[in-house]
């Protein structure tokens, strides 16, 4: 594989599985049991690590989205040409939308985080009626919007994954290929779906140096290319 694209991979993973991640455990465990646990709990707890963990969330999140972006540039024979056009345009451009909402959505428990630990550091011996009523609010947004962002992010996880690719399947067949000792035709279809005509040459580029085929189709069953 591409030195690049391992590198950028790796960019754009790890942050990845680190906000994800992150916003499952503190919306579905962590949230709950200092909820549970009472106010004169989850107050201190929440002003201790509240602010370090949303900052580290979000920008988990934007080193995230902008590899994605660059990934998409990068990654050959794709690219945004192919966004919402094909299958795998399709999956990665729907996956990019959702998680840009993931983040959105998680900015806005951030500031409901921040405008907590603004209120309770207003608090002296016990709130005021006024001051309670506003925690409770914005606890109950907090968890909303954390929630809703956690599962935003697994949906745009599944989107990505489900992008079609050459796949270890498809190395299989082509480990197949290589024992027949006959000539091998590639015939690429759908071309139709390809904007750009730039990326079919990137294409039969790439597979030719996986396999020496005896010629390469393109095609479309569908305007008879």
Wanted: charged share 15%.
């Amino acid at each position: 594989m591409d030195a690049e694209l391992v590198v950028l991979r790796t960019l754009h993973i790890l942050p990845g599985v680190l906000w994800v991640g992150g916003a499952l455990l503190m919306a579905w465990v962590i949230e709950p049991q200092l909820r549970a646990a009472g106010p004169a709990v989850q107050g201190p707890a929440m002003g201790a690590f509240g602010k370090t963990l949303s900052l580290v969330l979000s920008s988990a999140a934007g080193v995230t989205i902008l590899m994605g972006l660059v990934l998409v540039a990068r990654t050959p024979e794709h690219g945004f040409g192919d966004l919402f056009t094909t299958s795998w345009g399709w999956a990665i451009g729907l996956g990019l939308i959702v998680a840009v909402a993931s983040a959105g959505i998680g900015s806005m428990a951030g500031a409901a985080l921040k405008r907590m630990d603004a209120v309770g550091a207003q608090v002296n011996d016990a709130p005021t009626p006024a001051q309670a009523a506003e925690m409770a609010g914005l606890q109950g947004r907090l968890r909303t919007n954390s929630r809703i962002g956690s599962v935003l992010g697994v949906i745009a996880i599944v989107l990505m994954i489900s992008a079609p690719r050459w796949t270890d399947e498809d190395e299989r067949v082509l480990a197949i290929l290589k024992d027949l000792h006959c000539p091998v035709i590639l015939a690429i279809n759908k071309i139709d779906k390809l904007k750009d005509r730039s990326r079919l040459l990137a294409l039969i580029d790439g597979v030719r140096e996986k396999l020496n085929f005896a010629a390469i189709v393109p095609l479309s069953a569908r305007s008879g290319l």
